[in-house]
């Protein structure tokens, strides 16, 4: 099992930087997840820990092994890749079992593990079938026992889900989740789909070209994204540009458009962010442990400017389910018409027309105004406690 | 309606003449040829195959077996060559890298009896290198000399490479590097990946490459004809056969080598389908690895201009020899006297025009015929669905397990009388015998490049155009043609150059009046007008290369695109 560091990363392809000083550790055992669009450098950064390519600058650490030079076959990883790159000239017996050969493991040792690796999977009896005759579902299976069979250190997992159909997706990531927890390994995840990250990840490291945005745990990324970037990444939060100003005492949002949301008034200095919404959330005192030994991104969203909002442009993020749709005018509502709605079962999403300012709520389907139609006037009320104000 | 079905619904219209003429060409010339070596002075019976296999009179199977042995021989010295030269080319990155791997396919371009030909003044006993090399080194004697069947094989080395180069290059870049950097991620050496993945994943490459150049190897004939001495091949002996009249006993050779190479074929094949493997889509981009260090890429950079020299020598060669005076160059090392008069003839003799004339008009005309029949008869075994099919495939690649040699054996024997299939015609001595063994020598490089475009023709491609409107011919001619095109046009061109540097048919077959460009070299080259036969081999060697570059122009980008 390990712990493995990455110390100011970077890589460039042809004078083209693709990684740009990563710098984090993962801790013995997490589930790590690497986020991010494509192009953003996550599966480089991979391939580097997997030893495929090697950094321009910066270092790779496994538990203090300085490990950044050592070749591919030595590192004890077990990677599953995209597309599994099963061995199509072999069966499923011999595709699990080549990285038992390669470690000259006896052979009836090498039959028993390789049976008890297809067993954990749910393959077991189908050692001897020509690999290309399986479904994708049960090639994807093939990839993660070859690759825990092993038994490595760390396991690496490229993109695995994304060339299976959406249910087959479910119950794959619970599976490789269940799997990973079970066996105690390290394991490094990369993958574009936030849902997926968020489901199965101890913490997420929010990737963008080449830097890493935001590295936390899945809900204080979901609820409390540090910048733009991550707050439209993330999901369809709504996102607005605007200018913070003071009114009155009070901190008020203005959006161009005419929106105006104001905001709780600052409290004392103790205010872990600049956020109003993080003043809501309790941060239970464990996540302030498992985040000390993170080197975190000095991008200027850590807690610097805990004071008063400062005055200036900003970009307000608040989440659909944060928004409702109301009849009564009152304080912190604004008039709007539904432009569409979708029915999703147990909720529906709108999207409202505020004086020209596009608004994103979800209802709960059984809730009053879930029935509201396209063309109808409405409120939408914007709890100012609710939002989220990025600065980046 | 698709295309097919407008095809068949006069189904007369186009099996009948495809029919007849499989049925005349290939399939009637084979079985006489097979009919008349069961005579023997009239005899019928095994008399022919007792003298060939007579072990009191070895030199029949003394020929067999020197075939076959340089065949392998063939074979293994090519993939010696141009698989390493493959993996090199595909897994390292290193200054020139690009040129050198396009020059490396340099030896195709030169027609059967130009190779051999720059080999005989390069390497033989009186050959230029061994010579300046003894002058060099003041020896008393050349320090070697290439005949025999040393001689052969290593033209053979040279010529058949690029089969071997050309099939593991396409191999390796069809293998998903995902696949490679598992095994190693798994833990496995280089070496043992290599073994157990990478060599594996190449072999349909490998036995592909191998039938093809134990094949051409067998069907020889410039080498052996030039180098032989006193050493026999199976083709070359049925030519001497036939020169010296004895017909029953070149059928009867005929007969043995197509059964060698038939069976060769088939044994092959089946091994071929077993193991192919369809890779899925790609993990990972390929990435070449850059030779670092100033001494390896020195090294490589040196060895790169070692091999451009070795490969280019024989068009080198060719070239300088047709600025030599006819009847200068005797026993100096080098030429002497040098004269544009072999180009300038170009220009004022008309009756230097008349064999480029004849090859280009007998190119032109049997490939037309390729290109209807090999085409048509592609488009019904790939889309169709009759009964039958199979037959169609195999009647139209027999030509390809057939010898040149065969061929023409095939089409003496059939055409010496007038037959229904010639319209009561003599075939033998007229114009026409050796367009028709071009014909069918060439049928099945058109119908595999054709077959191969239809294959990867999506069926859906043209029932969405019909979806949207497009009538069938619409249709065929905005999506089906444009997808096509390219495969067919590479086919099209490639059946075309061979036609024109055709000489083993050609040597059996041909007449005053339609002498090809390949007999115009030999006829001057016996008379020791090495200039101008090396001038007509340079003007080959320009047609042949201008064909092949617009091939390549054209095909590239569209057929990519039409993969992707």
Same mark, same amino acid.
């Given at each position: 099992m390990a712990q493995v560091t990455l110390n100011r990363l970077t890589k460039h392809f042809d004078d083209n930087p693709v990684v740009k000083g990563i710098s984090l550790t993962v801790a013995d055992g997490e589930f790590f997840s690497l986020l991010g669009p494509s192009g953003c450098g996550k599966t480089t950064i991979l391939r580097m820990i997997a030893g495929f390519i090697f950094p321009t600058s910066g270092s790779v650490l496994f538990n203090d092994q300085d !490990?950044?030079? !050592?070749?591919a076959n030595r590192r004890n990883t077990g990677m599953v890749f995209q597309n599994y790159a099963l061995f199509p000239h072999m069966t499923v017996f011999e595709n699990v079992a080549f990285g038992l050969r390669t470690r000259k493991v006896a052979a009836a040792e090498t039959s028993d593990r390789v049976a008890r690796a297809l067993d954990l999977v749910g393959l077991a009896g189908l050692e001897q079938r020509p690999v290309p005759q399986l479904s994708g579902g049960q090639q994807q299976r093939v990839a993660l026992a070859r690759a825990v069979v092993i038994e490595p250190d760390l396991l690496l997992l490229d993109e695995p889900l994304s060339n299976l159909d959406a249910k087959l997706r479910e119950e794959t990531r619970d599976q490789i989740r269940e799997l990973q927890t079970k066996l105690g390994i390290t394991a490094i995840y990369v993958t574009h789909d936030q849902e997926e990250a968020l489901a199965v990840s101890d913490r997420i490291a929010v990737m963008e070209e080449g830097e890493c945005r935001q590295l936390d745990r899945p809900d204080a990324i979901y609820r409390r994204p540090a910048n733009r970037f991550v707050a439209a990444f993330m999901g369809n939060m709504n996102l607005w540009e605007g200018v913070l100003k003071t009114e009155e005492g009070r901190p008020v949002f203005r959006h161009a458009g005419g929106l105006t949301v104001v905001l709780p008034a600052p409290r004392s200095s103790s205010a872990p962010r600049s956020s109003p919404a993080l003043a809501e959330d309790a941060v239970p005192a464990d996540v302030e442990a498992t985040s000390a030994d993170i080197t975190a991104p000095t991008d200027g969203t850590a807690p610097a400017d805990s004071d008063a909002p400062a005055v200036g442009p900003v970009h307000l993020a608040l989440h659909p389910q944060a928004a409702r749709l109301t009849d009564e005018d009152s304080e912190g509502t604004v008039s709007g018409v539904v432009v569409t709605r979708r029915y999703k079962g147990a909720t529906v999403e709108f999207t409202v027309d505020a004086a020209g300012v596009s608004i994103q709520v979800v209802e709960h389907a059984e809730g009053p105004m879930a029935e509201r139609q396209p063309g109808d006037a409405v409120r939408v009320c914007i709890p100012g406690d609710q939002a989220i104000i990025l600065r980046d | 309606m698709n295309l097919y079905a407008v095809l068949r619904q006069p189904r007369a219209l186009v099996f009948v003449p495809l029919g007849f003429i499989l049925l005349g060409y290939i399939v009637y010339p084979a079985a006489l040829v097979l009919w008349e070596s069961l005579f023997r002075d009239g005899q019928f019976g095994f008399g022919n195959y007792g003298e060939f296999f007579d072990p009191d009179s070895p030199s029949y199977m003394e020929g067999l077996f020197n075939s076959v042995m340089v065949s392998v021989g063939s074979v293994l010295l090519s993939a010696l060559i141009g698989v390493p030269l493959a993996l090199i080319f595909t897994h390292y990155e290193f200054p020139g890298r690009s040129v050198f791997s396009a020059l490396a396919i340099l030896p195709i371009v030169l027609p059967p009896l130009v190779g051999v030909l720059a080999f005989l003044f390069l390497y033989s006993e009186s050959g230029m290198i061994p010579r300046l090399i003894q002058a060099a080194l003041g020896l008393e004697r050349p320090p070697f000399s290439l005949n025999g069947v040393w001689a052969v094989l290593l033209v053979h080395g040279y010529t058949m490479y690029v089969f071997f180069y050309l099939f593991t290059s396409a191999a390796l870049r069809g293998i998903d590097p995902a696949v490679m950097e598992a095994a190693r991620n798994l833990g496995a050496s280089s070496w043992f990946s290599f073994r157990t993945v990478t060599l594996p994943l190449l072999t349909p490459a490998m036995v592909g490459a191998t039938l093809l150049v134990f094949m051409t190897s067998m069907n020889s004939f410039s080498a052996p004809f030039i180098f032989a001495g006193g050493f026999r091949f199976l083709s070359l002996n049925i030519y001497t056969s036939k020169l010296n009249g004895d017909m029953a006993m070149a059928v009867t050779q005929t007969v043995v080598l197509s059964a060698f190479s038939i069976a060769f074929l088939f044994w092959m094949r089946r091994y071929e389908g077993r193991r192919q493997y369809a890779m899925s889509t790609k993990g990972t981009a390929n990435v070449r690895r850059e030779i670092r260090g100033r001494w390896a890429r020195l090294l490589a950079g040196a060895a790169g201009i070692v091999m451009v020299v070795v490969l280019l020598l024989p068009h080198l060669t060719i070239l300088l020899l047709s600025f030599v005076q006819d009847g200068t160059w005797t026993h100096q090392i080098l030429p002497q006297v040098y004269t544009s008069d072999n180009y300038g003839r170009l220009f004022q003799d008309p009756t230097f025009w008349e064999p480029i004339r004849n090859s280009l008009n007998m190119a032109v005309v049997s490939t037309a015929a390729d290109v209807a029949i090999g085409v048509t008869a592609a488009y019904l075994v790939v889309k169709g669905t009759f009964r039958g099919r199979k037959l169609l495939d195999a009647l139209v690649m027999v030509p390809w397990a057939l010898p040149g040699t065969v061929v023409a054996i095939n089409l003496i024997v059939a055409f010496s009388q007038g037959t229904p299939f010639s319209f009561g015609q003599v075939l033998v001595g007229s114009f026409w015998l050796l367009p028709i063994a071009y014909f069918v020598r060439h049928l099945p490089i058109v119908f595999r490049a054709s077959s191969a475009a239809f294959r990867q023709l999506d069926d859906s491609l043209e029932e969405a155009a019909r979806n949207l409107g497009a009538g069938w011919f619409y249709a065929f001619r905005r999506v089906t043609l444009p997808l096509i095109g390219p495969g067919v046009l590479a086919g099209t061109l490639l059946a075309f150059v061979t036609a024109l540097g055709e000489f083993v048919a050609s040597i059996l077959l041909y007449v005053y009046d339609n002498r090809p460009i390949a007999m115009e070299i030999l006829s001057h080259l016996r008379q020791f007008n090495i200039g101008s036969a090396a001038a007509y081999a340079v003007l080959l060697l320009l047609l042949v290369s201008v064909v092949l570059l617009g091939s390549n122009y054209f095909s590239r980008g569209t057929a990519q695109r039409s993969l992707s």
């Open positions: !490990v950044t030079h !050592v070749p | -």
